[in-house]
């Protein structure tokens, strides 16, 4: 923005946001955060007739925040951010929204919080500078109230971001002020942002001790007398409380410490992740100014040298995803449900572990894992000073990344999921002593603002050898030892791949313990088989190699048989894992998809083929195999589909678990028993196709512990439409995902059908998202049509603030179509 006087030519909407309401001295801060997300204007510039300003003519639309706009684009070959950041362009954009602020709030302090905007934001108010972020995946705040009118006049709020400068990224960033948005509305005498710490330095069965940090803000201009008192809940039941006295300087900030007791504390684990709430009440004469609620748990643990990860006094082994922020075709605008749905699906394959990947996540992620029980790595940064590419984070980092990881830290260290700090992911400062220095520097601002929680770093890897003679080189003892690893920085040593080398972990780093950060690296097309699977191919040959082999259509085998040349098949890894008690678990790369970085491929693909979860949310064959190793339920599950070419040689696997043995019946008969063993994780049969029924039954003790089956399936005829919820809140925000599967007439799914799917919805709600999981696809994200992948795609719909009936249809030519109801209420 060139200058204030730009405001006066600008377009006012008459659109309101009441900041205040009234409050009774019982309820007296209820709304001390509020939503700030309806109603915005946006704009997104021509790069050729804007330039870099908007004016009286500008054009905008309205919207709600969270939003991202590259997810409405069109696939670009020749897009500046590659097809590394999912050929989708950035640009820039503004944002501005009008809103009234209660007279009675002119006393009070005002401000407003950004939870991310992507990236390079500016924020002006009433024609006043507020400042400026570059980082896009930290969260902010400006306080307003010197600038703001009060009363019946209005205010404006200005956000420019600036994603023009491309690439800035190895995967998708998205672009926009993609999470949520708050006003916040305080006395002056308050908990400053992000203002308490809670810990629990002593664990017991018994009792705990509770400790808390609290920082309060005066911004009077006179020293005030006030009484602070925190309580512990849990749930609605009052635990314990303390109170303090305390005098406070004009314009100051003073950290309070305050400890309390919990009896027989209910603990903090994975399978029950309980929480607590602290909540912080300052009062002036009796009468409450502010009220500060922090969730919390209670929790012991640690990472030994010899068993791993030990919570709350038993073993557990971390069973990790890395993830990145985007939610598919919801692009990377954060939606609750969209995040909540992924960790479901997480959960049901056995997993226990998230790993940010690479950069401070948005809120509700963390707020879910406390919740569902998740051990969390928290990261920082994707590069340090040295860029990855041209216009990354690196350029930012002098100025910007103490601030950064503060702020990171003081907004995440209460969460009881977060287990691991991770200071940076393949840094290239790691191989010489400029990174030893800068690790010191994290690691010091780190252990200053939180000494409860290990640090690492995701090395790629802690030690450089000849992996395809690991024996020899420890029998010679030429091992080089990463520097950052070898510099005793890290609380963990983070490897990323290698698996070849956890073994000899002990040897190497005797003094402190194993964490994989990221591992394996396997590729998958969701429902496409190469005809041999006992191949294994590491595609590309080389990372630094242009890839020219694979297949035509840019499909990888969902056999477990394709890994790239720096990681290894699913099996390879956890195989070495669980072996041995020391290695404490590992983060997969990576949980779902993701958009951008389609190793092995370049364009014409746009996504990834690493999930154990396709884009789309269905998960591929290899999930079931985590399942059966990571879960206590029964698991007997065979592919690929049976639909082939007569006298076609198919391999047929089974991932089984609770069993001794695996029969598979084709049409009756049997052909063959198989057992797993050794350290094997699946079983395979090599037969002749033939069309009808492949059954497959396992037993144990000759008893039959599962049976299932799948059979050829015939000419699609039928849409099928399965909503994972059939009643959403009628919020504005909630999401049901509804899945669509072409059938044939017997209601057998048609593996090979990639029909054209067009929707249509009736009554107070929209399409927000298409997908079918396809790498390839460049069909857009936002629309009301979409082609399926082999059998199946998703459609998203989204509540209004209107309750009522939905009425979803399914149509494609030649297919009987489907309807579904869902009901906002």
Same mark, same amino acid.
């Not at 037969?687 to 015939?714: C, D, M, Y």
């Given at each position: 923005?060139?200058?204030?006087?730009?405001?006066?030519?600008?377009?006012?909407?008459?659109?309101?946001?009441?900041?205040?309401?009234?409050?009774?001295?019982? =309820? /007296?801060?209820?709304?001390?955060?509020?939503?700030?997300?309806?109603?915005?204007?946006?704009?997104?510039?021509?790069?050729?007739? =804007?330039? =870099?300003?908007?004016?009286?003519?500008?054009?905008?639309?309205?919207?709600?925040?969270?939003?991202?706009?590259?997810?409405?684009?069109?696939?670009?070959?020749?897009?500046?951010?590659?097809?590394?950041?999912?050929?989708?362009?950035?640009?820039?954009?503004?944002? &501005?929204?009008?809103?009234? !602020?209660? +007279?009675?709030?002119?006393?009070?302090?005002?401000?407003?919080?950004?939870?991310?905007?992507?990236?390079?934001?500016? +924020?002006?108010?009433?024609?006043?500078?507020?400042?400026?972020?570059?980082?896009?995946?930290?969260?902010?705040?400006?306080?307003?109230?010197?600038?703001?009118?009060?009363?019946? &006049?209005?205010?404006?709020?200005?956000?420019?971001? %600036?994603?023009?400068?491309?690439?800035?990224?190895?995967?998708?960033?998205?672009?926009?002020?993609?999470?949520?948005?708050?006003?916040?509305?305080? %006395?002056?005498?308050?908990?400053?942002?992000?203002?308490?710490?809670?810990?629990?330095?002593?664990?017991?069965?018994?009792?705990?001790? *509770?400790?808390?940090?609290?920082?309060?803000?005066?911004?009077?201009?006179?020293?005030?007398?006030?009484?602070?008192?925190?309580?512990?809940?849990?749930?609605?039941?009052?635990?314990?409380?303390?109170?303090?006295?305390?005098?406070?300087?004009?314009?100051?900030?003073?950290?309070?410490?305050?400890?309390?007791?919990?009896?027989?504390? @209910?603990?903090?684990?994975?399978?029950?992740?309980?929480?607590?709430?602290?909540?912080?009440?300052?009062? *002036?004469?009796?009468?409450? !100014?502010?009220?500060?609620?922090?969730?919390?748990?209670?929790?012991?643990?640690?990472?030994?040298?010899?068993?791993?990860?030990?919570?709350?006094?038993?073993? +557990?082994?971390?069973?990790?995803?890395?993830?990145?922020?985007?939610?598919?075709?919801?692009?990377?605008?954060?939606?609750?449900?969209?995040?909540?749905?992924?960790?479901? @699906?997480?959960?049901?394959?056995?997993?226990?572990?998230?790993?940010?990947?690479?950069?401070?996540?948005?809120?509700?992620?963390?707020?879910?894992?406390?919740?569902?029980?998740?051990?969390?790595?928290?990261?920082?940064?994707?590069?340090? &000073?040295?860029?990855?590419?041209?216009?990354?984070?690196?350029?930012?980092?002098?100025?910007?990344?103490?601030?950064?990881?503060?702020?990171?830290?003081?907004?995440?260290?209460?969460?009881?999921?977060?287990?691991?700090?991770?200071?940076?992911?393949?840094?290239?400062?790691?191989?010489?002593?400029?990174?030893?220095?800068?690790?010191?520097?994290?690691?010091?601002?780190?252990?200053?603002?939180?000494?409860?929680?290990?640090?690492?770093?995701?090395?790629?890897?802690? /030690?450089?050898?000849?992996?395809?003679?690991?024996?020899?080189?420890?029998?010679?003892?030429?091992?080089?030892?990463?520097?950052?690893?070898?510099?005793?920085?890290?609380?963990?040593?983070?490897?990323?791949?290698?698996?070849?080398?956890?073994?000899?972990?002990?040897?190497?780093?005797?003094?402190?313990?194993?964490?994989?950060?990221?591992?394996?690296?396997?590729?998958?097309?969701?429902?496409?088989?190469?005809?041999?699977?006992?191949?294994? &191919?590491?595609?590309? $040959?080389?990372?630094?190699?242009?890839?020219?082999?694979?297949?035509?259509?840019?499909?990888?085998?969902?056999? %477990?048989?394709?890994?790239?040349?720096?990681?290894?098949?699913?099996?390879?890894?956890?195989?070495?894992?669980?072996?041995?008690?020391?290695?404490?678990?590992?983060?997969?790369?990576?949980?779902?998809?993701?958009?951008?970085?389609?190793?092995?491929?370049?364009?014409?693909?746009?996504?990834?083929?690493?999930?154990?979860?396709?884009?789309?949310?269905?998960?591929?064959?290899?999930?079931?195999?985590?399942?059966?190793?990571?879960?206590?339920?029964? $698991?007997?599950?065979?592919?690929?589909?049976?639909?082939?070419?007569?006298?076609?040689?198919?391999?047929?696997?089974?991932?089984?678990?609770?069993? =001794?043995?695996?029969?598979?019946?084709?049409?009756?008969?049997?052909?063959?028993?198989?057992?797993?063993?050794?350290?094997?994780?699946h079983v395979m049969w090599r037969i002749p196709f033939q069309a009808g029924t492949l059954k497959a039954v396992s037993r144990k003790n000759g008893k039959t512990v599962l049976e299932t089956e799948i059979k050829t399936a015939g000419n699609p005829t039928n849409l099928?439409?399965?909503?994972?919820?059939?009643? @959403?809140?009628?919020?504005?925000?909630?999401?049901?995902?509804?899945?669509?599967?072409?059938?044939?007439?017997?209601?057998?799914?048609?593996?090979?059908?990639?029909?054209?799917?067009?929707?249509?919805?009736?009554?107070?709600?929209?399409?927000?998202?298409?997908?079918?999981?396809?790498?390839?696809?460049?069909?857009?994200?936002?629309?009301?049509?979409?082609?399926?992948?082999?059998?199946?795609?998703?459609?998203? *719909?989204?509540?209004?603030?209107?309750?009522?009936?939905?009425?979803?249809?399914?149509?494609?030519?030649?297919?009987?179509?489907?309807?579904?109801?869902?009901?906002?209420?």
């Amino acid at each position: 923005m060139k200058n204030s006087n730009l405001f006066k030519t600008l377009i006012i909407f008459s659109l309101f946001a009441l900041l205040s309401c009234s409050k009774g001295n019982n =309820d /007296v801060f209820t709304s001390r955060k509020i939503s700030f997300n309806t109603n915005w204007s946006f704009h997104l510039n021509d790069s050729i007739i =804007d330039k =870099d300003t908007i004016g009286s003519s500008t054009k905008w639309r309205t919207l709600n925040v969270p939003h991202d706009w590259s997810i409405e684009g069109k696939f670009d070959e020749k897009s500046p951010a590659g097809y590394g950041g999912g050929a989708l362009n950035g640009g820039l954009g503004w944002y &501005k929204k009008t809103f009234k !602020v209660a +007279v009675e709030d002119s006393s009070k302090v005002t401000s407003i919080l950004f939870d991310g905007v992507y990236k390079d934001s500016e +924020v002006w108010v009433n024609g006043h500078y507020l400042g400026k972020r570059p980082n896009g995946y930290i969260g902010f705040q400006y306080n307003m109230s010197p600038y703001l009118n009060y009363g019946d &006049k209005n205010n404006e709020i200005i956000v420019k971001v %600036d994603n023009s400068k491309q690439p800035n990224s190895r995967w998708y960033s998205g672009s926009g002020i993609f999470r949520n948005v708050w006003i916040e509305t305080t %006395d002056k005498l308050h908990v400053g942002q992000w203002g308490t710490y809670v810990t629990t330095p002593k664990v017991t069965a018994e009792k705990a001790s *509770v400790n808390f940090e609290t920082t309060i803000q005066n911004q009077n201009s006179a020293s005030k007398k006030a009484t602070v008192t925190t309580t512990i809940f849990k749930e609605d039941t009052k635990v314990t409380s303390v109170t303090q006295n305390i005098t406070i300087g004009a314009n100051t900030n003073q950290t309070i410490k305050q400890a309390a007791e919990v009896q027989t504390p @209910i603990l903090w684990s994975v399978e029950k992740p309980e929480l607590y709430t602290a909540v912080t009440e300052i009062s *002036v004469d009796d009468k409450i !100014v502010d009220q500060y609620k922090t969730n919390f748990g209670i929790r012991d643990f640690k990472f030994d040298l010899k068993k791993g990860f030990i919570l709350n006094g038993k073993q +557990v082994k971390i069973k990790g995803v890395c993830m990145h922020h985007d939610l598919g075709p919801l692009g990377a605008a954060i939606n609750t449900r969209a995040i909540e749905r992924q960790l479901e @699906i997480l959960k049901e394959m056995g997993v226990n572990g998230i790993r940010t990947s690479h950069n401070p996540p948005a809120p509700e992620l963390l707020d879910l894992c406390d919740k569902m029980g998740f051990i969390v790595m928290d990261e920082a940064f994707d590069m340090w &000073k040295q860029t990855k590419t041209k216009y990354d984070y690196g350029n930012d980092w002098d100025k910007w990344h103490k601030k950064d990881l503060i702020d990171q830290l003081l907004r995440d260290r209460n969460h009881p999921s977060i287990f691991v700090w991770s200071i940076g992911n393949e840094i290239p400062e790691q191989w010489n002593e400029n990174g030893v220095a800068i690790a010191k520097e994290l690691a010091a601002i780190t252990r200053q603002y939180d000494k409860t929680r290990p640090l690492t770093a995701a090395m790629n890897p802690p /030690v450089n050898m000849n992996i395809d003679d690991v024996t020899l080189q420890f029998e010679k003892s030429n091992v080089q030892i990463n520097p950052l690893a070898a510099s005793g920085v890290l609380d963990l040593i983070g490897y990323n791949y290698a698996h070849q080398t956890y073994e000899h972990h002990q040897k190497n780093f005797p003094n402190t313990p194993f964490i994989a950060t990221e591992t394996t690296s396997g590729l998958q097309t969701r429902g496409y088989y190469d005809a041999v699977s006992d191949t294994i &191919k590491k595609w590309p $040959v080389r990372w630094d190699l242009k890839f020219t082999e694979g297949n035509p259509d840019n499909t990888v085998s969902a056999y %477990d048989q394709v890994q790239t040349p720096w990681g290894s098949t699913h099996e390879a890894t956890w195989k070495v894992i669980k072996k041995y008690d020391f290695l404490s678990g590992m983060y997969i790369w990576t949980g779902f998809d993701y958009i951008g970085e389609p190793t092995p491929y370049e364009w014409p693909s746009i996504s990834s083929y690493f999930g154990i979860v396709d884009l789309a949310g269905f998960p591929k064959d290899v999930y079931y195999m985590y399942q059966s190793e990571w879960t206590d339920k029964t $698991v007997l599950h065979i592919f690929p589909h049976w639909n082939w070419k007569a006298g076609q040689t198919v391999d047929v696997w089974a991932y089984y678990n609770k069993a =001794d043995e695996v029969e598979l019946f084709l049409n009756g008969k049997s052909v063959g028993i198989r057992s797993k063993k050794g350290d094997d994780l699946h079983v395979m049969w090599r037969i002749p196709f033939q069309a009808g029924t492949l059954k497959a039954v396992s037993r144990k003790n000759g008893k039959t512990v599962l049976e299932t089956e799948i059979k050829t399936a015939g000419n699609p005829t039928n849409l099928k439409l399965t909503a994972d919820r059939e009643n @959403i809140k009628a919020d504005g925000n909630d999401l049901s995902f509804v899945t669509v599967d072409i059938l044939d007439a017997k209601g057998v799914l048609a593996p090979n059908a990639n029909n054209e799917i067009n929707f249509s919805l009736k009554g107070n709600g929209k399409i927000v998202g298409v997908c079918s999981g396809d790498p390839v696809s460049h069909e857009p994200y936002k629309g009301s049509k979409h082609t399926a992948l082999n059998g199946k795609c998703l459609v998203i *719909v989204q509540s209004t603030n209107k309750t009522g009936r939905l009425e979803l249809t399914a149509k494609a030519n030649g297919l009987k179509p489907a309807t579904i109801v869902i009901t906002a209420e």
